[in-house]
């Protein structure tokens, strides 16, 4: 009697199983495959780093305002050099730019957590630290979202993007819990550590890519990047943008509803949980955990379909109905409707992530699309820190409920407008 030995079974084999499911069909691609991993990972140990940071700044210092510094240290630095990357992304390779940022990011990791653990850190080390992250990402993030239509079929675009934003989401349900877990055994050090090994592994699953080259690299790259072209690339991706009525007005509308739905959720939410439903710290962390299952779910809609039509219907709605159930929050209704409320803002957002990705990778010309995604990310992005200190001066002056009310509202308002009174925007298949 010949006994069968048991069958192994490979991660190949195991992405090629996924991938016979319709929200994991792109991971046919090996090479989508290896960024998608790599990402994911690094992603959970951005926000393993979050709560270790924060754990350490209230031990060393105890200052709130240290905090919010750290974090603007590493959100301004990303608005000023997004334009510089989205140039850079659509002259070179855009996966060497990739690895080049995660060795980057793991060595100067690596090096604070080292500081840490000989009791030499400081916060100043922190804030070079995040400056250096918040440049890094300027180049990175643009590089990412040009990088994937380049690897995979057209057709398998839904489920690249779901996928990529499904990493993010496990990154912020994951990233807490793993990050207090490893604080309070191992301690803040450790954790540093941990962040640094993910900007590690990504990179060394990148590696095996740093031979492909778009097309639209190998011709872009001819001679040096000089201070005249650079200037030019970048009127030439202001210009686009500028001469496309959809871009430009979907850019402006998720400047302002940035606004109106990031203000209240980081800044009043902690305040409506404690001043008017009386509550503790694990009602506002439930909350905050219900908004990314609810990414997680629209994600896996959104991703099963092989096409999407009527992109501009997906975005305009999607920011409506997150309108709506933002300010369910302002209203006194059972706490249950909040967490139902919470979860389909969540999917509505993502909805319109998604569909408005995908729309710039089919629609842009690749050898552009660097420079507008980072046109897109920095005017979409340029008014939250104006947003959350008007959010903070609100929600002293009217209350918390109130500033729900009217953010979500606004976004509605918003929303409609631009959907109802452009036939860009209704007609954007």
Request: a neutral charge; hydrophobic letters at 55%; proline letters at 4%.
């Given at each position: 009697?010949?006994?069968?030995?048991?069958?192994?079974?490979?991660?190949?084999?195991?992405?090629?199983?996924?991938?016979?499911?319709?929200?994991?069909?792109?991971?046919?691609?090996?090479?989508?495959?290896?960024?998608?991993?790599?990402?994911?990972?690094?992603?959970?140990?951005?926000?393993?780093?979050?709560?270790?940071?924060?754990?350490?700044?209230?031990?060393?210092?105890?200052?709130?305002?240290?905090?919010?510094?750290?974090?603007?240290?590493?959100?301004?630095?990303?608005?000023?050099?997004?334009?510089?990357?989205?140039?850079?992304?659509?002259?070179?390779?855009?996966?060497?730019?990739?690895?080049?940022?995660?060795?980057?990011?793991?060595?100067?990791?690596?090096?604070?957590?080292?500081?840490?653990?000989?009791?030499?850190?400081?916060?100043?080390?922190?804030?070079?630290?995040?400056?250096?992250?918040?440049?890094?990402?300027?180049?990175?993030?643009?590089?990412?979202?040009?990088?994937?239509?380049?690897?995979?079929?057209?057709?398998?675009?839904?489920?690249?993007?779901?996928?990529?934003?499904?990493?993010?989401?496990?990154?912020?349900?994951?990233?807490?819990?793993?990050?207090?877990?490893?604080?309070?055994?191992?301690?803040?050090?450790?954790?540093?550590?941990?962040?640094?090994?993910?900007?590690?592994?990504?990179?060394?699953?990148?590696?095996?890519?740093?031979?492909?080259?778009?097309?639209?690299?190998?011709?872009?790259?001819?001679?040096?990047?000089?201070?005249?072209?650079?200037?030019?690339?970048?009127?030439?991706?202001?210009?686009?943008?500028?001469?496309?009525?959809?871009?430009?007005?979907?850019?402006?509308?998720?400047?302002?509803?940035?606004?109106?739905?990031?203000?209240?959720?980081?800044?009043?939410?902690?305040?409506?949980?404690?001043?008017?439903?009386?509550?503790?710290?694990?009602?506002l962390g439930l909350l905050y955990a219900l908004f990314p299952v609810g990414c997680v779910i629209g994600g896996l809609w959104l991703g099963r379909r092989a096409q999407l039509r009527q992109h501009g219907l997906l975005i305009y709605a999607g920011l409506i109905g997150a309108g709506l159930m933002l300010s369910m929050f302002?209203?006194?209704?059972?706490?249950?409707?909040?967490?139902?409320?919470?979860?389909?803002?969540?999917?509505?957002?993502?909805?319109?992530?998604?569909?408005?990705?995908?729309?710039?990778?089919?629609?842009?010309?690749?050898?552009?699309?660097?420079?507008?995604?980072?046109?897109?990310?920095?005017?979409?992005?340029?008014?939250?820190?104006?947003?959350?200190?008007?959010?903070?001066?609100?929600?002293?002056?009217?209350?918390?409920?109130?500033?729900?009310?009217?953010?979500?509202?606004?976004?509605?308002?918003?929303?409609?407008?631009?959907?109802?009174?452009?036939?860009?925007?209704?007609?954007?298949?």
């Amino acid at each position: 009697m010949i006994v069968q030995q048991p069958q192994r079974t490979s991660i190949t084999d195991l992405l090629r199983s996924l991938a016979r499911m319709a929200i994991f069909r792109s991971l046919g691609s090996r090479s989508f495959a290896l960024i998608w991993s790599g990402q994911t990972l690094s992603r959970i140990g951005d926000y393993l780093y979050q709560v270790a940071l924060a754990w350490w700044v209230l031990e060393q210092t105890g200052s709130a305002m240290a905090m919010a510094s750290l974090l603007t240290v590493s959100f301004a630095p990303t608005l000023l050099f997004l334009l510089i990357g989205g140039v850079a992304v659509d002259r070179f390779s855009r996966i060497k730019i990739m690895l080049v940022s995660d060795v980057v990011r793991g060595i100067v990791a690596s090096g604070v957590a080292v500081l840490a653990m000989c009791n030499l850190l400081q916060i100043w080390h922190l804030y070079l630290l995040n400056l250096i992250f918040g440049i890094v990402d300027a180049f990175f993030q643009p590089a990412y979202t040009a990088a994937v239509p380049d690897l995979i079929h057209g057709d398998d675009l839904p489920s690249a993007n779901a996928l990529s934003s499904l990493g993010v989401q496990a990154g912020r349900i994951a990233g807490p819990a793993l990050g207090a877990a490893v604080v309070s055994v191992g301690g803040t050090p450790v954790a540093f550590a941990l962040n640094g090994l993910t900007f590690f592994v990504a990179a060394a699953l990148l590696a095996p890519l740093r031979g492909l080259s778009a097309p639209h690299a190998a011709a872009s790259a001819q001679g040096h990047i000089t201070a005249p072209t650079m200037l030019a690339d970048l009127r030439e991706g202001i210009g686009t943008v500028l001469s496309t009525p959809w871009l430009w007005i979907t850019i402006l509308v998720s400047a302002l509803t940035n606004v109106t739905l990031a203000g209240p959720y980081s800044v009043a939410l902690p305040f409506l949980i404690e001043d008017t439903w009386h509550a503790d710290i694990g009602t506002l962390g439930l909350l905050y955990a219900l908004f990314p299952v609810g990414c997680v779910i629209g994600g896996l809609w959104l991703g099963r379909r092989a096409q999407l039509r009527q992109h501009g219907l997906l975005i305009y709605a999607g920011l409506i109905g997150a309108g709506l159930m933002l300010s369910m929050f302002g209203l006194e209704v059972p706490f249950v409707v909040l967490g139902i409320a919470a979860i389909v803002n969540g999917a509505a957002l993502e909805i319109t992530s998604l569909a408005w990705t995908g729309v710039l990778q089919q629609r842009i010309p690749q050898d552009k699309l660097g420079r507008v995604a980072s046109v897109d990310a920095l005017g979409s992005f340029a008014l939250i820190p104006i947003g959350y200190a008007l959010t903070g001066w609100v929600t002293e002056l009217l209350g918390a409920p109130l500033v729900f009310v009217i953010g979500g509202g606004l976004t509605v308002v918003v929303a409609a407008l631009a959907l109802i009174g452009h036939p860009a925007i209704r007609g954007l298949d």
